[in-house]
């Protein structure tokens, strides 16, 4: 803790600037995941446009910065929550189109249940077990620079921006003239078959995931694309060596890879999430036991540190108390039953803590960006899936849209918890009071629920959720899960055999730790990789490696800053792009309303590399 003086935190500019903020990241990030199926933390582009626009100001400081990225980030990362669940209840049919006020409700109650399971773990995974956050160490960094220069005459956080402004507008380019003129296609990819065995590679041609490759390194970035091959060199070629295929070789792998391969990934998903509880027990108990002694402390009268103060863990379980009645309701509409809507709010308050829980742990081994919280939300689905399909039987119309909707909720709290979490690392370092974060969690999870729902709409009106255009592959699964349970169609053979490489991955990570390697191989990482399409995950591993390759270039505290800059900025400047070119389909109900201009696919692979090339000179000087 770096800074001791009484500084204003929670200033009325800081306040409407992180409300903003947080609509505009949430919009963001919400096209990244249901293109991607992955979405990347936006502490670091919210500090850089916090410091740029406040500095304008004359009075401003670091704390000020703080409580804005505090803001914004969790209006991204509620996005994760609900496009990873939400959209599963159109692609099931219980939902027409989008329902406002239900998407902004259940995105508000599960993100600020969130917050209050999150809170008890502060001093467990940041002052005791000083778990990593890497993402919030970043930010903290970007904060101090910023506040450097601000009390210097330097220009570094104008010259940020300025970074990220010219990213995103590369990033903005490319998307209108992919999406909206249809100049080259999405992707680049083929498979060819030898024997009866179908091998395919490709890639997508979308500099925002080169960016979330950058953003988590070399290590995530080889998992990733490692789970891909698992699909596609290993599992597909052994299946259809087996069973055979028919007609085109590309079409018959994407097939296969959908209907039975994927699932795969789902085995994998469900053993990564309750190794991960089995990790978190203990520092989970540690927590509890020092919230309550701290409720004790403050009672007593002792004086307690601002740098100490959370919200009180008694009032958190007030609060707590409080939100179940609504999400008992919620339930009600749906199954229209008492008991069972009594139960099943249980289940998401045991879910939602133990989840939150895990995702609060992992961000702070392996980022927030990389926390794949789509995982415990396949496991919470699959259980109340298995609970609800006992108590109603086959016949249920509304069996699985239930277990949708108690996975919406636990998504959402997983969510914001994991980067609750790293915002309260960054605010541990920089000097920032708890409690006043905790509090502009809530604000920036209410603002961004505000939005959500409008942008679901926009983009299935322009887009169609879970088209090949905007495939929402988490979404899909989801929808899979649960609807394979109630009509018997899951392929449990897949998932079995997902789980049994599952437990070979942590026993390998098991050995790399024991070694004490820097090379770990943290299972979820692998799984997501296996469930995700191949094009996307190879773009994923290109940016990593650039950051390793960077790196190993000797490059400089400069060049590495920017680089995460010039990623931040790709991505936002693609994903807002991506909704923007959306906005005219959306108003006009005109899906051909922009003009195509065919006839320069070969403009794709071209941008695409110069973006790989123009990254790696960046992050490459010395």
Not at 291 to 296: G, H, I
Request: proline fraction near 4%; charged fraction near 10%; glycine fraction near 12%.
């Amino acid at each position: 803790m770096t800074n001791h003086k009484p500084l204003p935190e929670i200033t009325i500019k800081a306040l409407l600037l992180g409300v903003v903020l947080s609509m505009i990241l949430a919009g963001a990030n919400a096209y990244l995941g249901l293109f991607a199926g992955m979405t990347v933390s936006a502490s670091i582009p919210a500090a850089v446009i916090s410091m740029g626009i406040l500095s304008l100001f004359k009075k401003s400081n670091i704390l000020e910065n703080n409580i804005v990225q505090t803001a914004a980030s969790a209006g991204e990362s509620l996005a994760a929550g609900v496009i990873f669940t939400i959209p599963a209840l159109v692609l099931l049919g219980y939902w027409e189109t989008f329902n406002y006020m239900e998407v902004a409700k259940i995105a508000a109650i599960g993100g600020v249940i969130g917050v209050l399971f999150t809170i008890p773990l502060r001093r467990a995974l940041i002052v005791v077990a000083k778990l990593k956050y890497p993402e919030g160490i970043a930010t903290a960094e970007v904060l101090r620079a910023g506040e450097d220069a601000r009390q210097g005459n330097e220009t570094d956080a104008a010259g940020g921006l300025k970074t990220i402004g010219i990213a995103g507008l590369i990033g903005g380019g490319m998307k209108v003239c992919q999406q909206g003129f249809a100049m080259w296609h999405a992707e680049v990819a083929g498979a060819a078959a030898f024997g009866r065995s179908i091998f395919g590679i490709g890639t997508d041609l979308s500099p925002a995931l080169i960016s979330v490759g950058y953003i988590v390194g070399r290590n995530i970035g080889i998992l990733v694309v490692a789970g891909g091959l698992i699909s596609w060199a290993v599992a597909i070629p052994i299946y259809t060596a087996i069973n055979g295929f028919e007609g085109d070789a590309m079409d018959a792998a994407w097939n296969i890879w959908n209907a039975k391969i994927r699932y795969l990934g789902v085995g994998a998903m469900v053993v990564g999430g309750v190794w991960s509880l089995i990790k978190l027990f203990k520092p989970l108990v540690v927590g509890i036991k020092a919230s309550l002694d701290a409720v004790k402390h403050r009672q007593s009268g002792a004086d307690v540190p601002k740098e100490e103060q959370d919200i009180p863990i008694n009032y958190v379980g007030y609060a707590l108390i409080a939100l179940l009645v609504p999400v008992f309701f919620l339930y009600l509409g749906i199954i229209e039953s008492v008991g069972i809507a009594a139960l099943l709010a249980v289940i998401m308050t045991i879910f939602g803590f133990l989840f939150s829980a895990v995702a609060a742990y992992m961000a702070g081994v392996v980022g927030s960006s990389n926390n794949p919280i789509s995982g415990v939300t396949i496991a919470t689905i699959l259980f109340s899936s298995l609970l609800l399909l006992a108590l109603l039987g086959t016949g249920s119309e509304v069996g699985a849209a239930g277990a949708i909707m108690v996975g919406a909720v636990v998504c959402c709290a997983a969510a914001i918890g994991g980067d609750n979490m790293q915002d309260l690392k960054t605010g541990h370092i920089v000097g920032a009071t708890p409690w006043k974060q905790q509090v502009m969690q809530v604000v920036g999870t209410v603002s961004a629920a505000v939005v959500l729902g409008l942008v679901l709409d926009i983009l299935h009106t322009a887009y169609t959720i879970g088209s090949p255009t905007l495939s929402a592959p988490q979404a899909t699964l989801m929808k899979s899960v649960a609807d394979g349970v109630f009509t018997g169609n899951l392929p449990w053979d897949f998932v079995y055999m997902g789980a049994l490489i599952a437990v070979i991955i942590i026993l390998i990570d098991i050995r790399q730790e024991k070694r004490g390697s820097d090379f770990r191989v943290p299972v979820l990482a692998v799984a997501v990789g296996i469930y995700l399409p191949i094009t996307l995950t190879v773009p994923i591993f290109i940016g990593g490696m650039i950051n390793h390759l960077g790196k190993i270039a000797g490059a400089s505290k400069t060049a590495e800053k920017k680089g995460l800059l010039l990623a931040s900025g790709l991505i936002t400047g693609e994903a807002l792009m991506g909704i923007l070119v959306a906005v005219p389909i959306f108003l006009s109900g005109n899906k051909n309303w922009w003009p195509n201009f065919h006839g320069f696919e070969f403009l794709g692979p071209i941008a695409f590399l110069a973006v790989i090339y123009w990254l790696y000179t960046s992050v490459s000087k010395k």
